[in-house]
């Protein structure tokens, strides 16, 4: 199942004769931009002729998007612009990308590409439970899902029974979803009285994104709705969803190198790591007109995965996105990642999908406190039964983490639930 035969089986060495000639392309678009002119322009950089090159342009950082707000990095004029996408800024100015009529095609052509990938295809029904807006998860699967020809229903979050009576009514069979939320569909099902294989009968496939999530969590989904679910990666600054996705063999994330060009850096140092090192993701978009970016600071850590997709596809993968730099809680020393305490969680019998991570300060250690739910179906023992599991939990963090957490137990959906982007993680040292 190709999209683009072609592009998706492209051999490595062509695939990066492409890169060469989109990247100097990229390089002499960008520089029309103020921002560019003035960075690149001083450098005295006109283009590039090997991807050797790409070592000595500087990178780009969210900082740099949020100071050249909110026009700084347009390369074209306003009237070739059609439309803006912006992430949220919790401080100072949020960061603004422009699209041309191209760049809104081009997206759309990368998410059917993925879609279509998974075996999705026009004979679909496709609900899209992401957020429309801003936030790019919503527009970017819908016009994707429309490119590939699917029935799409953009529903967007909320409203669990009409979700659920649309999915039903319509003979939903593809899916768009928060992973958070995937995990309750299947007890709000119970609560309406409904059943999956009676009622949701063409449900086939699930794609998850916008929280980075662990393979557990992904094994849990798939368990409990009996669907495949496919892990999406992407983010606003290069499109939005569309950058990397899961085949079927569910194992690593094709980047899709004729679009964006990657690299894996010491988030440190910012040197260049050996492919197959773990680092943070650097990306380079390949044929946007509006606003191309170079050397953009992902913050997302990852590794490009050695070897070559039973797929047939060419383009390398990155495996499931480990956290962001800026998420890694530091305690007493020690770099824990928030997704690290779920991935033990969700390989641990009893217990529920929601969680909730603090840390504070006790007389000047840091103390990392975790409140877990039972899963009461899957759990009827007794209190010692309970205190069991508690000490299990503990030790089984204690070993992944090589920190003690203080763990407690509480019952199965009483902690709070969101209707967007699941919260888990609350660093209290500071206030
Ligand atoms: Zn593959």
């Known amino acids: 199942m190709f999209w683009v035969r072609d592009i998706e089986t492209l051999l490595p060495e062509k695939l990066k004769e492409l890169q060469v000639s989109l990247l100097d392309k990229t390089v002499k678009q960008a520089i029309k931009s103020p921002f560019y002119h003035k960075k690149l322009g001083e450098q005295g950089l006109t283009g590039i002729s090997s991807l050797e090159d790409v070592n000595s342009l500087p990178f780009t950082e969210k900082e740099d998007l949020r100071s050249a707000f909110p026009y700084g990095f347009l390369c074209t004029e306003l009237k070739e612009a059609v439309r803006l996408h912006s992430s949220s800024g919790t401080t100072g100015n949020p960061t603004v990308i422009f699209h041309t009529r191209k760049d809104i095609d081009e997206w759309a052509n990368l998410i059917a590409r993925c879609m279509y990938?998974?075996?999705?295809?026009?004979?679909?029904?496709?609900?899209?439970?992401?957020?429309?807006?801003?936030?790019?998860?919503?527009?970017?699967?819908?016009?994707?899902?429309?490119?590939?020809?699917?029935?799409?229903?953009?529903?967007?979050?909320?409203?669990?029974?009409?979700?659920?009576?649309?999915?039903?009514?319509?003979n939903v069979s593809v899916v768009h979803i928060l992973p958070s939320y995937a995990l309750r569909l299947q007890s709000l099902l119970r609560e309406m009285g409904l059943d999956r294989k009676r009622d949701l009968p063409h449900?086939?496939?699930?794609?998850?994104?916008?929280?980075?999530?662990?393979?557990?969590?992904?094994?849990?989904?798939?368990?409990?709705?009996?669907?495949?679910?496919?892990?999406?990666?992407?983010?606003?600054?290069?499109?939005?969803?569309?950058?990397?996705?899961?085949?079927?063999?569910?194992?690593?994330?094709?980047?899709?190198?004729?679009?964006?060009?990657?690299?894996?850096?010491?988030?440190?140092?910012g040197k260049v790591l050996p492919e197959g090192e773990e680092g943070e993701l650097v990306l380079t978009t390949l044929n946007r007109e509006a606003m191309p970016l170079i050397r953009y600071r992902t913050r997302d850590l990852t590794r490009i995965m050695p070897g070559a997709c039973p797929c047939g596809r060419t383009h390398r993968r990155i495996e499931r996105i480990k956290g962001r730099s800026d998420d890694m809680l530091i305690i007493n020393g020690v770099n824990v990642f928030p997704i690290q305490v779920e991935r033990v969680l969700m390989g641990i019998p009893g217990i529920g999908t929601n969680y909730v991570i603090e840390v504070k300060k006790d007389k000047f250690m840091d103390k990392l406190y975790l409140k877990v739910e039972v899963d009461n179906k899957a759990f009827k023992g007794t209190l010692r039964d309970m205190e069991i599991l508690e000490e299990r939990v503990t030790e089984e963090l204690k070993a992944e983490l090589s920190v003690t957490p203080k763990v407690k137990l509480v019952e199965s959906a009483s902690l709070p639930v969101t209707e967007g982007k699941a919260v888990r993680v609350y660093d209290l040292r500071n206030t």
């Open 117 to 170: 990938m998974t075996g999705a295809t026009e004979s679909d029904v496709f609900q899209n439970m992401m957020g429309y807006g801003l936030f790019t998860g919503g527009l970017g699967f819908h016009y994707g899902a429309e490119k590939l020809g699917m029935l799409t229903i953009p529903i967007g979050p909320g409203n669990s029974k009409r979700q659920i009576w649309f999915m039903k009514e319509f």
């Open 203 to 269: 449900l086939r496939i699930a794609y998850v994104g916008a929280e980075p999530h662990s393979e557990a969590m992904r094994k849990k989904i798939e368990k409990s709705l009996d669907v495949k679910a496919y892990n999406s990666y992407g983010l606003s600054e290069m499109c939005g969803p569309g950058v990397a996705f899961e085949c079927e063999e569910q194992n690593g994330l094709h980047l899709w190198e004729d679009s964006f060009y990657m690299e894996i850096i010491d988030p440190e140092t």
